[in-house]
Structures are given as C-alpha cells and as structure tokens.
C-alpha cells in the first residue's frame, strides 16, 4: 500500500466512524433535489434580467445547499455552526462530528478546487483565533478537526437550461496542506461502500396448521391411518 492509498484508507475509516452512512444517502438524494428546484425558480423569475439568470442560479444554489447540508446535520445528530467559517462577511455552514468536519460548495468542474475559496486555509485562521466559551456554540466546534473536507457539486452542464443544470457529481474532497489541490476524492457511492453491511434479519418461517373437517377422523386425512 502506497502513501495515498495509506491516506485513503485512513481518511475513509475516520468517515465510517464519525458520520452515519444514511447522511450521504439523503445529501446525495435530496442534492438531486434541490438543483432541480433552484434551477425551476430562477427560470420562473421575471423579476430578473436573461442576462443574469445563470448569476442568480449560482447564488440561490449556494444558499439552498448551505441549508441542505445544515438540515442533514440536524436530522442525523451531527453539530453544526455558521459562525466558524466567515469570509467577506458570508457565514458558511459548517459540520462536524467525531473529528470529522465538512462545508460544501459548488465546483466548476470535479478535481478543481473551489475559486477563491480556500476552505481549510479559513478554517485553520479561524481555530487560530482565541475565543471566550459563551456556550453559544456546540462543543468542539472552534477545535480544528482531524479530518476536513469539503462537499463539492456541479451540474451536468454550463448553459442555463433545466438538462444541464441538473446535479452533475457530488464528491467529498479533502484539501492539501496547502490548499492548491485536493488530497484525496471521494464520491458519495465510494465512502457509502465502506460502511460495514448490516446484517439482514431472518424472518421466522410460519406454517398454518391444517384445519379438520368434520367426518375426516378415521379416514387418513388427519393424519391417523
């Protein structure tokens, strides 16, 4: 096993332990989802111009996967903040659980890392910074994480048009130390193969008991010869 296999199997197993296998099936479902409707409700505005509907696609889409991934969390018990990630005054939703943490954003294309985003440059600033215990936020939340990685999607396509705008990949990628390229990619159906497979409940077999009819006794079909 070579050094980024080694990285791979590590950073997969701390996956499998800290985030619940259902979380990656509903993100990946529902993302479906949502590009779907951000895209129906930008072409159905007429308050915006032609020219700036693929601007406003970008926006809405940024914010309704922010809330997708911060309901994800809330519905499979995973803490979450949107105050540990904040960049020109933008709160970015942030979750985290057994020493894994992740945020999300859109890619222009799978293996290219978000523009001018530098997600875990941010986040090590920002567990940098001394902070007072208000108890306002969830524990471990400004504690840097064993493992960070980023949510990254893109539709099919780039033209505005419902085809291409549909949810394209979903990957989760974890960046370098120095944030110029992903260390290591996932895809949602790779980390979903390495949970252990639960094992599948017999069911008991049942058998109905033969039912008499009258004037049978005596005649074999009872069972008596």
């Known amino acids: 096993m070579d050094t980024y296999e080694r990285l791979r199997a590590t950073a997969i197993a701390k996956i499998?332990?800290?985030?619940?296998?259902?979380?990656w099936t509903d993100l990946r479902?529902?993302?479906?989802?949502?590009?779907?409707?951000?895209?129906?409700d930008v072409a159905a505005d007429?308050?915006?111009?032609?020219?700036?509907?693929?601007?406003?696609?970008?926006?809405?889409?940024?914010?309704?996967?922010?809330?997708?991934?911060?309901?994800q969390a809330t519905k499979h018990g995973l803490s979450?903040?949107?105050n540990v990630i904040v960049q020109n005054n933008r709160r970015h939703a942030y979750v985290f659980n057994g020493g894994v943490a992740m945020t999300q954003s859109y890619v222009q294309a799978i293996g290219?890392?978000?523009?001018?985003?530098?997600?875990?440059?941010?986040?090590?600033n920002s567990m940098a910074l001394p902070r007072l215990d208000l108890g306002d936020e969830p524990e471990g939340a400004f504690v840097m994480p064993l493992l960070y990685g980023l949510v990254a999607h893109n539709p099919i396509g780039r033209r505005f048009?419902?085809?291409?705008?549909?949810?394209g990949m979903i990957q989760f990628c974890i960046p370098a130390a120095d944030c110029k390229a992903w260390a290591v990619e996932?895809?949602?159906?790779?980390?979903?193969?390495?949970?252990?497979?639960?094992?599948?409940?017999?069911?008991?077999k049942r058998s109905l008991p033969w039912k008499k009819r009258q004037g049978d006794e005596g005649t074999g079909t009872d069972g008596q010869t």
């Open 16 to 23: 499998v332990r800290g985030i619940p296998a259902q979380f």
């Open 161 to 167: 048009n419902a085809e291409e705008q549909k949810l």
């Open 112 to 124: 290219l890392m978000p523009q001018p985003a530098k997600f875990r440059e941010r986040l090590a």
């Open 186 to 204: 996932f895809t949602i159906a790779e980390i979903l193969d390495a949970y252990p497979v639960a094992p599948k409940k017999g069911v008991p």
């Open 46 to 71: 007429k308050n915006i111009l032609p020219d700036q509907k693929s601007d406003d696609l970008l926006q809405r889409r940024h914010f309704r996967m922010e809330k997708l991934l911060i309901d």
């Open 29 to 40: 479902a529902l993302a479906i989802i949502t590009y779907a409707d951000v895209f129906a």
């Open 80 to 82: 979450h903040s949107m």
